[in-house]
């Protein structure tokens, strides 16, 4: 299975948030190998895309998370990552940027560009939002009672 690399940018500063993410991080991490790297934010894209670029591997699978991107459900985003296992991928990096999005070279690099929601969501939220999802992807795998449809 393919480890699974969260590149975020900033640290969460609210503590529920925080404590959620940690909470699905750990949850998360009963099914495979992940790692939570903050690169450092700044006031525009440019710099925080450049510190996102310097922690993509040249053989990593990239997934952007973009307001902009392809919106998927639950169940196609844990078949989404079925898929990413049998092709024997080594890393998957999930990138979500900070709160003035990502710059053009970041959006280039990206194997995949996907959305949470059509809205537009505090960047901590989102943070929250998306491990939740993941965790809920491996439940669904599992054949786990957690997702309902």
Avoid at 28 to 44: G, P
Wanted: aromatic share 8%.
């Amino acid at each position: 299975m393919a480890k699974m690399i969260f590149l975020t940018v900033g640290s969460l500063k609210n503590k529920a948030c925080l404590a959620l993410q940690e909470e699905y991080l750990g949850r998360i991490r009963h099914y495979t190998s992940c790692e939570l790297i903050e690169a450092r934010d700044a006031t525009q894209k440019i710099p925080e895309s450049e510190n996102l670029l310097k922690k993509i591997g040249s053989g990593d699978f990239v997934v952007l998370l973009d307001e902009k991107g392809k919106t998927v459900s639950s169940t196609g985003l844990a078949q989404q990552i079925q898929k990413w296992n049998g092709q024997g991928l080594k890393r998957v990096v999930w990138i979500v940027g900070g709160a003035f999005g990502v710059a053009e070279e970041i959006k280039k690099k990206a194997n995949l560009v996907l959305s949470l929601s059509s809205l537009t969501l505090p960047h901590e939220l989102a943070r929250v939002v998306f491990f939740e999802q993941i965790y809920r992807a491996f439940t669904i795998l599992k054949g786990e009672k957690y997702h309902h449809e």
